[in-house]
């Protein structure tokens, strides 16, 4: 093997274990709860794998957090933090609403694109303020993002109480579903070309940032300004181009998770945590968008695992965030062997 | 009809019970980052001394014996915190993240397992203290000097952290380690040391306001109670450029904002309830609004979130 595919594979056992240890821990608290772990072990692992149904959860699941995590992935390399996915995506969720409630008249082919556009554009408007903020004021995007992710909340939650509640909801907060010729159309077993669909985004931006001057630049202007103003890189420029990336495919991500999967909206898709879930993927990733593709698959199979093990041993199904929150100190632990002390150093050959 | 007087004392004396949890997270935060470690995972830590401090109250009957609870669960999350950032040099900002997701879930957890066995929870308060005198000032009296006690401790912590800062030498160990980790060293002063401590006493502060949270208001609990409150603390203290007054008056601005659609639509009622959302960010929205203004001018310290390793 070369050097290159050892560090890698060693960068991905690590991570590996990072996340069973969290897992592991996880379990104490499902014990805790009143759960029994050995069945939680083979809720998580092996449930989502033994039915197309968990197969098909997998996949939503991967689509959703892949399309976040390249946005938040490319604005870590320019060394912005995209905490706002989560708010990022419910407006994109809200938007593809909005066009179908108010921009019905058109045909259909246009109109499915219309919903994918404003549900981009929306995403793109909610990281707006915090970029420009950051470029013009030098204010920290990390709390400004946090913070429309609850504007996002009221949003979204305003939205389907008015504006784009379903003409059949009997009053109750939640939207209409699409007719059929409005959504991806389905490959198998509800998968739908969703799925190719995000791929080609992952493999454009795969091209955009790991193999053209644009990726190297966000790195440069990620690593010191000052050395990219020596380099003539026009670090506002690179900062507000992959912000408005970052926030619109976040966006984009809400019209994929309703178009290729649930068709409608609801208060609880508001509740998710997608949007962190995907930062945890672009951490394990290691910010490379190819390294991205796998994190977000195996976090989205963890995550849907850890989700049916909540319901199947009859515990609150918030344990998820615990071990969510475990999971990733785990990934931190692991970033810090690896980088930090000599069992990394030897294990990697630096 | 309600007259435009009673409205503003009620807005204003709103305002005094809300701010303090804000003013609570928001003090510990300055001294910590002003020490150079941003901690996101406050609102995490909050949720947790929130739900302490209600299981203890319920089942103790003792209010102040559940702030102590909150608190040694506070100074436990802090440590590790401050073990894992300040120590070891973890990434502040997703460590934050992690202590916030750990904590949202198992709050809830705890909460489900106790409710489960004591489906009806009493809660015992802390009663308001008329302060002799001041109390009885018109239109001032009932807003600021008939709270809970707490309210005052968290006036007090403003000042208090103001004068360390700014008045005695500890307080420019803290300032000096945020500004220049190097030099501070060179000086004799041990960085990592006054950074966890620091982080400690930002953990302390916010578990009293979690704490608050039960007491002042809630008396109850549910999934993400604190709902965002701690994130807002964080933004606060930036528009503050990391003063300890500016930051009071800020947390007061905000809470006047949040006080003023609360009474708008508890007044108002039904006819607005549909757009009861809409009101409810305004207080955010402002809050971002505001940056332009006063944050322009914000400077943080220079190694905030820049882990220190002696050489």
Known sequence: MNSRGRKAFIIILFNFIAVILGIVSGLIIIYFAGGSPIRAIEAI?????????GIQQIVIRFIALYTMALGIGLALKA?????????QFTVGMVMVFVAYVYLRYLHPVGLFFVMILLATVGGMVW??????????????????????NVVALYFGTYMINGPIRGSQSFGYPITDTLPQYLTFPEITQGITYALPFTLAIGVLLYLLVERTPFGMHARVVGESLETSLYAGINYSRIMLITMLAAGGLAGLAGATYIMGYLKH????????????????????GRKNMLGIAFSSLFVGYITIGTEEMAVSVNVPTSVVFAMEGIMLAGVLLSTFILERTKIGTVLLGE | MVSVENAVVDVLSLTFRFAPLYIFAGMGEIISEKAGVVNLGIEGLMLMAALTTFVIDVISG??????????AVAILFASVFGLLTVRLGFDQVVTGLAFYLFGLGFSYVLFIKFSSTNPVALFTNIQPVNVPLLSRIPFLGPIIFSQNPLVYISLILVLAVYLFLNRTSY???????????????NMGINV????????????????????????GF????????????????LALIYFANWGPIRALFGALIYNVVDAAQTEFLFVAGPAFQTSSQLFAMLPYLFLVALIPVFGRKARPPKYLMVPYKKR
């Open chain 1, 45 to 53: 692992f092996f449930d989502p794998l033994s039915s197309s149904s």
């Open chain 1, 79 to 87: 060394g912005l933090w995209n905490i706002g996915a989560q708010g």
């Open chain 1, 127 to 148: 990281i707006l303020a915090p970029a420009i903020l950051r470029i013009k004021f030098g204010a920290n995007e990390i709390v400004i993002t946090l913070l429309l």
């Open chain 1, 265 to 284: 909206l609801d208060a609880g898709q508001f509740g998710t945590s997608f949007g962190l879930l995907a930062i945890i993927a672009a951490m394990l």
């Open chain 2, 62 to 71: 003792s209010p102040y014996l559940a702030i102590f609870g909150a608190l």
């Open chain 2, 171 to 185: 307080g420019m160990r803290v300032k000096a380690v945020g500004e220049n980790p190097v030099a501070a060293d």
């Open chain 2, 192 to 215: 990592n040391r006054v950074r966890f401590l620091a982080v400690l006493f930002g953990g302390i502060t916010a578990g009293l306001a979690g704490a608050y949270f039960e007491i």
């Open chain 2, 218 to 233: 809630l008396q109850n609990f549910q999934f993400d109670v604190i709902a965002g409150r701690g994130f807002v603390s």
